[in-house]
């Protein structure tokens, strides 16, 4: 389950399950998630956000080359820098629209 701090990254369209990519706060850094339909995939965590970035890219990368469609994200470009930005600073960011609906 997405935690309501989480800012989603992006999702992807399968045959029958979505899947999406989400980072929350920790202690130490940022947790990169990824989950489908409730179930947690892939749990790692970093300190810095390019090197979370950099991963969340290489794996919706590989999702997309085994298949997967890409769902067109609500947040884009500068508009999804600015809530990266926000979270960085505030600790929180609001839930992504399409993770809203995944909950």
């Not at 800012?7 to 920790?26: L, N, S």
């Not at 991963?55 to 298949?67: N, P």
Request: aromatic letters at 8%.
């Amino acid at each position: 389950m997405v935690p309501e701090s989480a800012v989603v990254v992006w999702q992807v369209r399968g045959i029958v399950e979505d899947v999406h990519c989400f980072f929350y706060p920790r202690r130490a850094g940022f947790a990169l998630a990824v989950e489908r339909a409730g179930e947690r995939l892939a749990d790692e965590v970093f300190e810095h956000f390019p090197s979370l970035m950099a991963r969340a890219r290489e794996m919706k990368r590989t999702l997309v080359q085994a298949g997967f469609e890409p769902v067109e994200e609500a947040v884009e470009g500068p508009a999804l820098e600015g809530l990266l930005r926000r979270f960085a600073v505030a600790g929180g960011a609001r839930l992504h629209g399409l993770a809203a609906r995944a909950c």
